[in-house]
């Protein structure tokens, strides 16, 4: 069966706003390997696979607070070297989910409105883009040392003031709950994705419009719902 185009005609939302570690970058289990080892260099408890990840997208404080409850708060800023060595040893391998570039064009091309809400920094989001050449892709992003970070809704509603949309028009896609969480704090609707840090079951109940469980189902979804 053909897949539906995505149309401007009758769509339901101006705004697309991904997040992008696990959304639309494949970058969360290198990040929770990250996570990981940084608590090993600081000599405290190393996290499981699934706590490394739940914490993926949230401010670094809360982060930490999570992963490693033991912790100094004086040794954050250890904490944070750390793990960025460790991050940046691997980051050559990160790619693009298959079908996201493709996704993102057709976006584009239908007139959509795209943008990026997203826990990184600003620097690494933009080094992020770079890398996988989208400069000039997203009409907005919006990183978390830039104002109050997920779920808190300040992220997204300052994308849709930018770009004068309205959360009613606006649609969340991200991997985690704490997505999920921003765009009910913003009044927006979202959609998870299944392939990043957070479980189907855990996703579930954050009451997304629904679970995709890769690129091509959300490219498919949003042509008849989007």
Request: a negative charge; hydrophobic letters at 45%.
């Given at each position: 069966?053909?897949?539906?185009?995505?149309?401007?005609?009758?769509?339901?939302?101006?705004?697309?706003?991904?997040?992008?570690?696990?959304?639309l970058?494949?970058?969360?289990?290198?990040?929770?390997?990250?996570?990981?080892?940084?608590?090993r260099?600081?000599?405290?408890?190393?996290?499981?696979?699934?706590?490394?990840?739940?914490?993926?997208?949230?401010g670094?404080?809360?982060?930490?607070?999570?992963?490693?409850?033991?912790?100094?708060?004086?040794?954050?800023?250890?904490?944070?070297?750390?793990y960025?060595?460790?991050?940046l040893?691997?980051?050559?391998?990160?790619s693009?989910?298959?079908?996201?570039?493709?996704?993102?064009?057709?976006?584009?091309?239908?007139?959509?409105?795209?943008a990026v809400a997203?826990?990184?920094?600003?620097?690494?989001?933009?080094?992020?883009?770079?890398?996988?050449?989208?400069?000039?892709?997203?009409?907005?992003?919006?990183?978390?040392?830039?104002?109050?970070?997920?779920p808190?809704?300040?992220?997204?509603?300052?994308?849709?003031?930018?770009?004068?949309?309205?959360?009613?028009?606006?649609?969340?896609?991200g991997?985690?709950?704490?997505?999920?969480?921003?765009?009910?704090?913003?009044g927006?609707?979202?959609?998870?994705?299944?392939?990043?840090?957070?479980?189907a079951?855990?996703?579930i109940?954050?009451?997304?419009?629904?679970?995709?469980?890769?690129?091509?189902?959300?490219?498919?979804?949003?042509?008849?719902?989007?």
């Amino acid at each position: 069966m053909p897949r539906r185009e995505l149309r401007r005609e009758e769509r339901a939302f101006d705004l697309v706003v991904f997040d992008w570690d696990g959304t639309l970058a494949d970058s969360t289990a290198l990040i929770a390997r990250a996570i990981q080892a940084a608590c090993r260099d600081l000599d405290v408890p190393t996290p499981e696979d699934g706590a490394a990840k739940h914490v993926i997208g949230l401010g670094f404080s809360s982060a930490v607070r999570h992963v490693a409850p033991t912790l100094d708060p004086a040794q954050y800023g250890t904490f944070s070297a750390a793990y960025r060595n460790h991050y940046l040893a691997e980051e050559p391998a990160i790619s693009l989910f298959h079908g996201a570039r493709e996704l993102l064009d057709d976006l584009d091309a239908a007139g959509y409105l795209i943008a990026v809400a997203t826990g990184k920094s600003r620097a690494g989001l933009d080094h992020a883009i770079a890398r996988a050449g989208l400069g000039g892709v997203f009409h907005a992003t919006r990183c978390g040392d830039e104002g109050l970070p997920k779920p808190h809704p300040d992220m997204l509603l300052n994308l849709i003031s930018f770009l004068a949309s309205t959360p009613e028009r606006t649609l969340m896609i991200g991997d985690t709950t704490h997505d999920l969480e921003l765009a009910r704090n913003a009044g927006a609707s979202a959609v998870a994705v299944s392939y990043g840090a957070h479980p189907a079951s855990e996703l579930i109940q954050a009451a997304p419009l629904a679970v995709v469980n890769s690129v091509i189902e959300l490219r498919d979804w949003l042509g008849g719902n989007g």
